[in-house]
DNA sequence: GATTAGCACTCGGGCTAATTGAGTGCTAAA
DNA sequence: TTTAGCACTCAATTAGCCCGAGTGCTAATC
């Protein structure tokens, strides 16, 4: 295993990147007129037919020109791909879009995920930012009327979640300093992914008065809590796969699977890297089989804590997605992390 | 202008019924196996030229059964179709779905909307209850750091919003009070339409001290105040669309017009009714000539506040997806009216 | 031994012609 | 007014054909 020689880089490197431009099989004529390689047409060939024997490039017929394999990608992907710059003016549309000023990390994240998916022309999925260190920090319970309040919960990582709440008997003064006792006692610090309605029966019943009144309290409480925790899948820029025209009719199936979000958050889980990429059959999923799936992860404070992934065609421009997703992650981490200074 | 014959009537409404459910032009001898009628196959298309010549019926080309004209679904909608039943079992779903246990109204519509999207298989946007006397009922602001603090605004048909904010100076208690008593003075009991940016810059200068300190948080504030009024179109269940072959590559068009928002949210704006059907070309936009879009307002407190629309092929089912609509607005103004109650 | 020119060969895509069949309109009889 | 019958139309399918881009192979050349 030597690795493959300095021109027969060069040609898979071309066939690559002329196939992801023009979506045509690259042949040998085509390769040489577009890639300034000084030799001839039939060395192309012996090359390419190497290349093909080897499994790098395949032949969608015989009388056609070569495609990039998924070892073809992979192999330009680890070890030939440019590093490319992202370009100054998606730079400043991204630095204008995620300012500490546009909100609290949650939005950060959405606006990182449209632009990623506009840049890429690609559909996008993030997940909000959680870490295991995913702690409630502060419970607000607001009275507006005799029966109702707002809830808020803020968690450490600076998600920030509301709702309101209705309760049967009379929201007294009483019941205020209970709940807030409760909270003290039992949620403040508390991780909030540890947090489970059969606890809150368990808390609620442990309390002497007022079982009934705190009871729905404690339920929305429970479901701010989850919220913050279920790290949802976000999806977007669907638009953008059916415009590509690589998928025909598979695009529909492929959007299917993408809106039942169990399979997407599974690939993305099994992503270990800062940033991974997924060529077609590696994603185990057989209707991802013509797509690749790039997940780039941000930090905040060091830690890993969402991520952002771009789907789309086994036939996409690496070095764009790659390049703008770790600008984008890179800039996201370092936001989120200032907006959660004291 | 004396009204089609009886006949003419039942032979109309089946061939929209049978058309929207195979999807294939219907002739004369489909026509009467799949309807009862008893007649002979020539009398029927007697009938049907009549009905063509009418405008009510159209022939993809000269040796093919008849499909509605636009102007058919017209006649079938306002005069021959039947009123149907919600089936028992999505009753059911609707019913667990929507309820006031599950949150505040903007969630409560996000449901309803993704269950209409699933029930007609069509796309699905909805607007936020947002009615004219939209007013800012209440305002709170809680400190979580020394520079930060999270803030929390109701408005009176029970929107919740809420943001964390960061200053740069201290935040100390005569901030806060600054904060209260400005909001007190200026923004509890106003429609949150009327806030604009530029009243906030009148306001925070018209302070006497902080002004440095007051001028992001009335910014967060007026930025809450606006996106609960915004009433930001969502829409939901795209990918239905494309599994209706009706639209074949013009799908792709479809989508990126729903996606861009605006014209959307016209249609819905010109449309007048509580319930109101608008087929094919009658929308005013070329990319809908396909498509047929009825928007329902949902009512709270009996004013207007909101809306559900549903946007799919012109060959949809009207029936269901009307009778549909129907009982989920009304549901839904229901249970908003009640979350609502002091 | 590597490279190149030349050539026979392959095979998908695009074009045209022929066939099929569902469905029509019209006419004449019931 | 309804119906049976018939000639006609036209989209969709199928078959046949050619074209040409692109290949692999061979033999000559560097």
Redesign the pocket.
């Known amino acids: 295993m030597t690795g493959l020689s300095e021109?027969k880089k060069q040609i898979l490197a071309n066939v690559v990147e002329i196939y992801v431009k023009t979506g045509?099989?690259?042949?040998?004529?085509?390769l040489i007129s577009a890639s300034g390689l000084?030799?001839?047409?039939?060395?192309v060939?012996?090359e390419?037919?190497d290349l093909?024997r080897m499994g790098y490039l395949v032949?969608?017929?015989?009388?056609?020109?070569?495609i990039p394999s998924e070892k073809g990608y992979r192999y330009y992907v680890d070890n030939l791909m440019p590093h490319r710059e992202i370009d100054e003016f998606t730079r400043r549309l991204i630095d204008a879009g995620i300012s500490p000023a546009a909100g609290d990390p949650e939005k950060l994240v959405n606006t990182a995920r449209e632009l990623l998916a506009d840049i890429t022309k690609c559909a996008a999925v993030s997940t909000a930012p959680v870490g295991s260190l995913n702690v409630i920090r502060k419970i607000e319970l607001v009275p507006v009327g005799t029966h109702t309040a707002m809830m808020v919960l803020l968690t450490s990582n600076g998600i920030l979640k509301s709702r309101l709440c209705r309760i049967e008997s009379e929201l007294n003064a009483r019941i205020l300093e209970q709940f807030y006792s409760i909270c003290e006692r039992f949620f403040i610090g508390k991780p909030s992914g540890e947090i489970s309605p059969a606890e809150i029966q368990t808390i609620a019943a442990s309390v002497d008065y007022d079982y009934f009144a705190l009871l729905p309290l404690l339920g929305a409480l429970s479901d701010l809590a989850v919220s913050t925790n279920d790290s949802k899948l976000i999806l977007g820029g669907e638009a953008n796969l059916l415009s590509r025209m690589d998928y025909g009719e598979r695009a529909v199936s492929l959007l299917r699977f993408l809106n039942s979000r169990e399979p997407i958050s599974e690939v993305i889980r099994s992503s270990k890297d800062d940033i991974d990429v997924k060529i077609g059959s590696e994603n185990m999923f057989r209707q991802l089989e013509d797509s690749s799936v790039v997940v780039a992860r941000y930090k905040v404070r060091g830690d890993d804590s969402g991520s952002i992934s771009v789907i789309g065609p086994t036939r996409m421009d690496y070095p764009l997605v790659i390049s703008s997703m770790k600008y984008i992650t890179d800039l996201l981490g370092r936001m989120i992390t200032s907006a959660l200074e004291e």
């Open positions: 021109r045509e099989p690259v042949g040998s004529k085509g000084n030799c001839s047409s039939a060395t060939r012996n390419m037919n093909d032949q969608p017929h015989t009388s056609a020109g070569r």
